[in-house]
């Protein structure tokens, strides 16, 4: 049998890579050694990544910066064996907005309070510290990701906690109040539907080495680019719900008021970190399908990408230039996720999703 020479053989490969993304919709950017968690984008193009407390890492956020990851602010703050004061420790939310890059640190590696830092990357310092002690934060707390709304001065975050109890905290950055609320509501609350992907269910074991099936509450949450609609929901559900973000931040309402101000806004699978443009097209990856979709203005959900390196796609980001960033981290094959059996191995991926329309770089 006759063999191809080596430089056919070479065209075949390259020709077969470029043909398996053909009509994807996405890029890959870059292959990284560990898994990522969340990702932002400075107004000056920076890259900074959270780096996801599954897989144990060394700095829990980086930038990457001309093809490598460096700690970000700092070696010291990011350094989660560090001993500064303000260490770092389980960061996963992370976003960019006017010079500053919040950082949610759950606190779950160490056992230690909660918080919201920011950091000024204009003046390369710390800005503000939030605590969110309990009850804000209560013990079964995962805080995971936020928006944050420029324009009325406060963040959003979404904490799923046990299921039961997941709930909305509302954090005013002029007075460094924090409210939980939204508890327990259907908005937030997990569904009975279990995340299979290819035919694997994703488990975790309990304290009894029982394996079980997680369901778990309010994870994806983004605001329109005019600071007007919350928009968020389950993970483990089919429902997407906005809010005004007057009535979040209005003190003054009960939560039976609260509550009926919510709207559920449109179906959705499985998901996890979801961000919107300026056409207010929501853009999240689908789970079960190892792939991107997108909810339209119109309401409606449609799959703009499958494929098997879109591997668990957890949170997106635009750029400066209306590009639009994702990251995947293969979180169902994390020993978390996988019964306690490792099973993801590297390259994850820093990613590049053709949008439909230029969104705000930093959300």
Not at 25 to 36: C, R
Not at 304 to 333: I, K, M, P
């Amino acid at each position: 049998m006759e063999t191809l020479p080596k430089f056919t053989v070479l065209s075949f490969l390259i020709f077969f890579a470029i043909a398996a993304n053909a009509g994807s919709n996405f890029d890959i950017v870059a292959n990284l050694d560990n898994g990522p968690g969340n990702v932002t984008v400075t107004d000056n193009g920076r890259i900074i990544m959270s780096m996801h407390q599954f897989y144990q890492p060394k700095y829990t956020v980086v930038e990457y910066r001309d093809k490598v990851l460096v700690p970000f602010p700092n070696k010291e703050l990011a350094d989660v064996d560090s001993k500064a004061a303000l260490k770092l420790d389980s960061v996963l939310g992370i976003r960019f907005a006017n010079g500053i890059v919040w950082m949610l640190d759950n606190g779950m590696r160490s056992g230690v309070t909660p918080k919201l830092v920011g950091w000024d990357t204009k003046t390369n310092k710390l800005h503000q510290v939030i605590l969110l002690p309990s009850p804000i934060a209560p013990k079964d707390e995962f805080v995971n990701d936020f928006a944050v709304d420029t324009r009325h001065n406060h963040i959003f975050i979404s904490d799923p906690a046990g299921g039961a109890n997941a709930a909305l905290i509302v954090v005013n950055l002029a007075t460094g109040k924090v409210r939980r609320v939204l508890e327990g509501h259907t908005s937030v609350v997990p569904e009975n539907v279990d995340l299979v992907i290819y035919k694997i269910p994703v488990q975790v074991k309990d304290k009894s080495g029982k394996l079980i099936r997680p369901h778990i509450g309010v994870n994806p949450i983004t605001e329109d680019l005019n600071n007007e609609w919350v928009y968020f929901g389950p993970m483990h559900g089919l429902s997407l719900y906005r809010i005004k973000a007057d009535d979040l931040i209005d003190e003054k309402l009960d939560a039976k008021v609260l509550a009926s101000r919510v709207e559920r806004y449109s179906d959705k699978p499985i998901s996890d970190g979801i961000t919107i443009d300026k056409d207010n097209n929501i853009y999240l990856g689908e789970l079960a399908a190892n792939g991107i979709g997108v909810i339209s203005a119109d309401r409606k959900y449609k799959r703009l990408a499958e494929n098997s390196n879109l591997s668990w796609v957890d949170s997106f980001c635009f750029g400066t230039a209306g590009q639009l960033y994702a990251v995947v981290n293969r979180l169902h094959q994390s020993a978390t996720l996988n019964g306690g059996v490792l099973k993801a191995k590297p390259p994850f991926y820093l990613i590049q999703v053709k949008a439909l329309a230029a969104g705000l770089a930093g959300r």
